[in-house]
């Protein structure tokens, strides 16, 4: 893949000679490079942009956990990284709403499967009561109310769906983003750093952002309007799905 990398950024620069190159790889190169021939640490001669797949779901465990593992990864891959211009450490930013998510579709899924698993929505429900209580009493009544005659689940399959499509501002917090994104620079980067590699973490799909012009700062973070590969529903895909690089 090494040499397959140089051949690329070769052919590609005998036509655009000041093109830079980006890499979305897998988060550990030494197992990479073992199982699947990806040992990225070599794509350095060529790629300007290092940006490893961080996800959620590449890591065990719940959201906190999550936070703890992912800055050890990113402390290891900026060693890693060190003879790469840039490093950005990709991180799927819908799947930080697992929790407030998955319920949704469960029930949804049962609900289009004919409603006969109500320990199955009950059980799902009561995972987001609360935050529907808030910011969606109208649907957390519906629900409520096929509990108790569940005589028409396609309704409530169909409320479920269109709150999917239109998710209200809040209902997936905002502060998952933020502890993750100040989490990363907390915990990743403490004090100055002798490498090259820039501690830029890149909160999104985990592609490179299209261009720096299409950036604007929120909070000391920047986030760049490129919608990326993994779109999620609602709220989430127009506002959270994008990448969000700390300032280095």
Known sequence: MAEFTRQVFEEVRKVK???????????????????????????APWVHYAMPMDYRSHFGGDFETHLDLL??????????????????????????????REPLTTMRRLLRDGGKDL?????????????????????????????????????????????????????????????????????????PSSSRAGGSPALGSGRPSRSSSASRSVRGAQIDDGVGAHRPEGELGRAVARHVVLDG
Request: proline share 8%; net charge neutral; hydrophobic share 40%.
């Open 119 to 191: 320990d199955g929505v009950r059980a799902a429900l009561e995972k987001v009561a609360p935050r529907l209580r808030t910011y969606a009493p109208e649907l957390h009544g519906a629900l409520e109310a096929f509990l108790k005659d569940p005589k028409s689940p396609e309704a409530a399959a169909g409320q479920l769906e269109a709150f999917l499509a239109n998710v209200p501002e809040g209902y997936y917090p905002p502060e998952k983003l933020t502890a993750c994104s100040s989490g990363c620079g907390r915990r990743a980067w403490k004090g």
């Open 71 to 100: 800055a050890e990864a990113i402390q290891q891959q900026k060693a890693w990284a060190r003879d790469f211009p840039h490093f950005w450490p990709g991180v799927a930013a819908y799947q930080l709403y697992d929790e407030e």
């Open 17 to 43: 000679s000041k093109m830079e190159f980006s890499a979305a790889v897998f988060k550990n190169p030494v197992q990479s490079g073992r199982f699947i021939g990806q040992d990225w640490r070599r794509f």
